[in-house]
């Protein structure tokens, strides 16, 4: 059965969008838009959810950089972190579990005018979606990832996540998590993606930090933030929260964010580790590499017709 079946209040399709206002003036006329006119539906997180922060947050983004409703593209899976662009007033898509990267890939690729966000959780990034997220950051397909990684899956009453550290007790580990965790940033470094940064729902100038340069990183941004699942994981992030006597540290001053060893090294620190930007490098994107290839091919199809170019190609597999 379709995730949007077993999950959603009856909306039609596979895919559920949110479109945008219908009268939208011309962009000279406007200004940036307010958080009222960017937030949609209620959200309908359980009081005290750290996701609230981030999309906060990702409002502020929105206001703060002035962009229209028909440049936000918000792409996600299945989870309560992924209800997300439910609450944006723009376009988006709430997916399939652990396949918001590829959705959001077709996009970035195809529309090179948008910069494609994805929000989701630890479960549907590292679980079910652990390939494709490896995928995507190898590609260096530009978009911004945001994992609110809660230890847990919240959504369906808790069970234990690829992040749930050991011991753990869980509906899937009665006895306390027995299997390693994997760890968010290293996987990511590991997979290639170009950015790499990590945040906490509990510092909003932190994450709306991270989410600026996230989005002016031309690649794979990735941003591992902490949000707590106060319903089913409370308390899991405390350790790196000044407010319940726990401890905020930054990435080092000096630290070099080409030094791919350096990142690695930062990101096995333990608990509750360091905040900022990991690893930052540039390399070609997918985007550009593939825009090449059609340019060069359009040129050689040029005065063609659409359907001309399709025959071409039948009698060439042939
Ligand atoms: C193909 C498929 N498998 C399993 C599920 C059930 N399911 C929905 S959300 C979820 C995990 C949610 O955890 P996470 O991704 O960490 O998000 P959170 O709810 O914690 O924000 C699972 C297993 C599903 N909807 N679709
Ligand atoms: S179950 Fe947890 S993650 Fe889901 S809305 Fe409630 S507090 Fe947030
Ligand atoms: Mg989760």
């Known amino acids: 059965m379709s ?42 997180w359980c009081p005290g959810c750290g996701d609230f922060s981030v999309l906060a947050l990702y409002f502020k983004l929105i206001e703060k950089r002035k962009m229209w409703h028909e440049k936000i593209t918000t792409v996600a899976g299945i989870g309560c972190s992924s209800r997300f662009p439910y609450f944006v007033q723009a376009h988006g898509a709430h997916y399939i579990h652990g396949r918001a990267l590829p959705f959001a890939s077709g996009i970035s690729l195809s529309r090179p005018d948008l910069h ?5 959780g630890d479960g549907d990034a590292f679980s079910i979606g652990g ?5 995507t950051a190898r590609k260096n ?25 050991l011991g753990f007790k869980s509906k899937t580990d009665q006895w306390g998590a027995v299997d390693y965790p ?42 591992e933030c902490l949000s707590e699942c106060v319903e ?31 990142a690695y090294k930062l990101a096995g620190e333990e608990f509750p580790g360091r905040f900022g930007i990991f690893y930052k490098v540039n390399k070609p994107t997918k985007n550009t590499k593939e825009a090449e290839i059609n340019k060069t091919l359009q040129g050689k199809v040029a005065g063609l017709k659409d359907w001309q170019i399709l025959q071409k190609n039948f009698e060439r597999m042939k």
């Not at 494609?116 to 989701?120: H, I, K, N, Q, R």
């Not at 940064?197 to 990183?217: G, I, S, Y």
């Open 3 to 44: 995730d949007i079946l077993t999950n959603i209040p009856a909306r039609a399709g596979n895919i559920t969008a949110v479109s945008a206002p219908a009268a939208v003036p011309a962009p000279e006329e406007r200004k940036g838009l307010t958080k009222k006119e960017i937030a949609a539906d209620h959200p309908t």
């Open 116 to 120: 494609v966000f994805v929000f989701g």
């Open 131 to 135: 390939n494709h997220f490896n995928h």
């Open 141 to 165: 397909i530009k978009m911004t990832y945001c994992v609110m990684d809660n230890w847990v899956y919240g959504l369906t009453k808790k069970q234990t996540s690829p992040t749930s550290p």
């Open 182 to 223: 994997i760890n968010p940033m290293k996987q990511a470094i590991a997979a290639g993606a170009t950015f790499v940064a990590r945040t906490t729902h509990t510092n909003p100038n932190h994450v709306l930090q991270m989410m600026e340069a996230a989005m002016d990183h031309d690649g794979f941004s990735f941003i």
């Open 232 to 262: 089913f994981y409370e308390g899991a992030f405390d350790a790196s929260n000044p407010r319940k006597g726990g401890v905020f540290n930054e990435v080092p001053k000096d630290h070099d964010v080409t030094d791919e060893l350096a």
